[in-house]
């Protein structure tokens, strides 16, 4: 449930290799009615995420960002590997997010005013364990880019 396949990446470098914007344009399957307080929310979740919603799909573009200072010496693959690693985060935060919202409004009409957390371990496509699927994949790229910035990464060149 809420999958998310990425259908292309863009690189934009304005600067010289200076500045690196990584843009990743993909979909996630929804089977689901998404209410009009949600998909408001998503509309407006951040500068960085552009969500509209199509027919049994939600198609997201997610944008991440490197600067390099004049002064610095990095390969462009490692700033590209740290703009698109920005762009995973924000594009998780906000899967994580969407299936939050997505749970309680349809636990809240199943059960009424309750805010208690149910997990149903033995559906793994449910929805609250998709929100934990994007959780981890969240932190995952958090550290991911972690490493990044301390120079910790595997990056091979790609020629």
Known sequence: MYKVSFHNKEVKKPDNDKVIYVTLNGAADSKLYIPPEIFAWATEYSQNIDYSEGVGHIYIKVTGKSVCSKEDKIDSLLGEEIAETRAKIYLYKFMRDLCSK???????????????VVTVSSKSDSLY??????DMLYDREKDHLRDL???????????
């Open 102 to 116: 997505v749970y309680f409004y349809y636990k809240k009409l199943i059960d009424g005013e309750s805010d208690t």
């Open 129 to 134: 364990n998709t929100y934990l699927e994007y």
């Open 149 to 159: 910035i301390n120079g910790q990464s595997n990056i091979k060149n790609k020629n």
